[in-house]
């Protein structure tokens, strides 16, 4: 649906190729998270946790490793500086790092393909295109205006796109309240959208289960931003109201900034420096700001940890198979597969000449997570049935690399893979 609505977009409003329009199901296999596109070369790369480049295609067509070395060279690739300090905005490049995102860059890919087949372009300007297409399908007003594909279809079909919470998690976020704990769902899309979202995933009583609830939150902005920057507003009937001088109680407000929000948990809490947990999927919105800005505790849910293991979740297991989604096949494939061009999402092999020896390296993305999160899990569903004062063992600075993965470490980092691990 994400890849649809943004395709529609380019070929009806921009005059794109019709061909963007059908998609062959295993072209998903492109997808692949923490991809970078170099967006004026149309290339895409996947980088070591050095910035070197790993793999790398100009368009959809991989390049061989030879071809990488002759561009990228065994050095830091140019950009490297500014993305590992997770500046996003630029018209340089563009990080491809979570599953809403990721549809996104499959559509780039193709336009690149497209573009060389038709005008053999040198340098590519189409991300001003894309921009707009993201705009005109998730615009604040979008969903109220039945704008663009995306939110009416999911409207119309919640059941088709959305998966219900599990009861243990219901039951887990439903415990920590009971605990004493403060819950918040800090979220940047907009009310409309969040509660159609919660509704259709927790139930109408969903705001039964959080304390506050922060949407159109624009992150990580809402970290990095000052209260003048980003004051929070009240809302009524879904539009944003006046902007607040402070955050005095609990409630459902929109935009913000993580400053005002702390200062409101220290009021409600009675204490000086209380203890912030913070849950996310995306290493540049989430987990990076959180702790980079905030230095909140940070637990990254990452989906890898389930295809890395070839682990298919029960539920999916027992379905039939006229339920399954359109792409799946008989086993889950999207999203718990190792994209076959991309290779594992944590370690690869450095790209050798012919015969040359190889040697396995921690991706950027591994290094990241083991950087910015206190721990990774691949669900909540994962932790739900742990007693509250369950202690993880945490990623930090002398500990191994693999230490704040729950319930394991993904297989291609452990040390006896090494072989089977890039076939």
Not at 100 to 115: E, K, M, T
Not at 158 to 174: A, G, H, I, M, N
Not at 233 to 254: C, V
Request: hydrophobic share 35%.
């Amino acid at each position: 649906l994400i890849y649809d609505s943004f395709a529609q977009y380019l070929v009806t409003e921009k005059g794109y190729d019709e061909d963007l329009l059908t998609l062959a199901p295993d072209s998903l296999d492109f997808c692949c998270k923490g991809l970078v596109l170099d967006i004026e070369e149309g290339n895409f790369l996947k980088l070591a946790e050095d910035g070197t480049v790993l793999r790398a295609s100009h368009g959809t067509k991989s390049m061989t490793s030879e071809e990488v070395l002759e561009i990228y060279g065994r050095k830091e690739w140019k950009h490297f500086n500014t993305v590992s300090g997770m500046v996003s905005r630029t018209a340089k490049y563009y990080l491809y790092d979570n599953y809403f995102d990721l549809p996104g860059a499959l559509l780039c890919a193709r336009v690149v393909d497209s573009l060389d087949q038709h005008d053999g372009q040198k340098k590519y300007d189409f991300w001003k295109d894309m921009v707009a297409a993201i705009q005109h399908n998730y615009k604040i007003s979008a969903f109220k205006e039945d704008c663009g594909m995306y939110f009416p279809e999911v409207k119309n079909h919640p059941d088709k796109y959305l998966q219900r919470c599990p009861e243990s998690v219901k039951k887990w976020l439903k415990q920590l309240k009971n605990a004493g704990k403060i819950l918040l769902l800090i979220t940047s899309s907009h009310s409309d959208y969040c509660r159609l979202l919660c509704e259709h995933v927790l139930g109408n009583d969903f705001r039964e289960y959080f304390d506050i609830l922060i949407t159109n939150a624009l992150k990580p902005g809402f970290f990095s931003h000052t209260p003048n920057q980003r004051p929070f507003r009240t809302l009524e009937n879904d539009e944003e109201q006046e902007a607040l001088l402070s955050l005095d109680k609990p409630g459902w407000y929109s935009q913000g900034n993580a400053l005002q929000l702390y200062d409101l948990l220290k009021k409600m809490t009675g204490k000086l420096d209380p203890k912030v947990v913070y849950f996310g999927d995306s290493m540049h919105s989430d987990i990076f700001p959180a702790r980079h800005y905030s230095n909140w505790e940070t637990v990254f849910i990452l989906e890898e940890l389930l295809g890395d293991k070839g682990i298919v979740p029960a539920k999916a297991e027992s379905e039939p198979l006229e339920k399954k989604g359109k792409y799946e096949g008989d086993q889950l494939k999207v999203p718990y597969f190792v994209s076959k061009q991309w290779g594992s999402f944590f370690r690869d092999r450095l790209p050798g000449l012919e015969n040359a020896e190889e040697t396995l390296v921690h991706t950027w993305s591994c290094k990241c997570i083991s950087t910015y999160s206190t721990i990774a899990i691949p669900s909540l569903e994962a932790i739900a049935d742990l007693p509250l004062d369950y202690r993880f063992t945490r990623f930090s600075s002398n500990s191994s690399a693999t230490a704040g993965y729950y319930p394991s470490p993904p297989r291609a980092l452990l040390p006896n893979e090494d072989s089977v691990m890039m076939k």
